[in-house]
């Protein structure tokens, strides 16, 4: 029971921090949730995380819900329960203290300076969790030409990403991944 | 004859209307949120919408949750940021413990373990792309402090994996006063 609590306390503190790094985006925090999660925590394996990723990716709903299948998969529904609730209890009671000063913020010359500053550190952080989910989950040809042909669908065509899931999914169902 | 703007919604039409929005957003809620609530609801002019937006970007935590909370407390207090919150990830809630347990039971079959390797690897693709889609608008204007921002962050956190706390404490307010030098 007690190293249950422990357990929890760690995940909701870590989380809690995540969310102050998601600047732009809940998946600019998956360096920071990776580095903590496999690498300094040992919780969960490196191609376990870039699975749980996957998952998340592929369902709908907001990217944030990684968190809560990650928090599952560390610590069971408590888990789940504590990593969401660490992940957006308290930027969303910042957000609601915010709307209620919004018409005070809103044309502030200071919140287009620092949305403008915000941007390339987000761009760098999305990069960083690009490169971290490829190398746990690009381990051979096949994986490569499904990241490779993901890539290309994605970028060039307006084919919904989900078609790739689909596929991808068919190919390892096949055995060929 | 439709007005361009209607009422504000209610706390069971808020929560609706994310609910809506969480489960039809796969992969991007975003372009769902305006969908639902500028063009359907028609609950925010366009404009106000991504005035509401940026500031979400602005404070920290998931940019469409911020939203969430932003948009049901402007329109209807407490209630309705929690009526929007709950409807926004709830659901998606539900589905990644209902997710969790499968994998938890399921996730080491031989049979699976090439379907999760290979959706691995097409969720490394998509995320890919997203990231060469952001960067490419900033790299094409000229050459800017804030390229080398971004390559900064880059390297800091995804090569020498630095913890993130002390790479944002450097380069943020860094990245803030090279904005606030570059400002028109």
Redo the contacts between chains.
Sequence with gaps: MNEDSDLYIALLLNFA?F?????????S?V??MH?QAV?VHHWISD??F?????????????????V??LG??IAG?PG?LIT?IA??G???A???F???V?DR??SA?W????????????????????????R????DA???L??????????WTKV???V??G??????????? | MTPSLVSSPTVPQLFRAFTKIALCGFGGVLAWSRRVIVDEKRWLAPDVFNELLALCQVLPGPNIVNFSVMFGSRSAGLLGALAALFGLIGPPVILMIAAGILYRRYGDLPELKGVLAGLAAAAAGLIIATSIQMAQAMVRARLRPGHLVAVATFVAAGIFRLPLLWVMAVLVPISIAFAWWERP
């Design positions: 921090l969310s102050l790094m998601a600047v732009g985006g809940a998946n925090a360096p920071e580095r690498e191609r376990k870039s699975e749980l990723f996957a998952i998340a990716q592929a369902a709908p709903g907001p990217n944030v819900v990684f809560t299948l599952h998969y529904i789940a969401t992940m957006c308290p930027t969303c910042i957000a609601y915010v709307a209620r919004f913020f809103k010359p919140r287009v300076v620092v949305q403008a500053g915000l941007v390339p550190v987000t761009i760098g952080l999305i990069a960083a969790s690009a490169l971290i989910v490829a746990a989950a690009d381990r096949v994986t490569f499904i990241t490779a042909a993901t890539f290309s669908l994605t970028y919904s990403p989900l790739a899931f596929v991808a999914a068919a190919l390892g169902l096949a055995g060929l991944v």
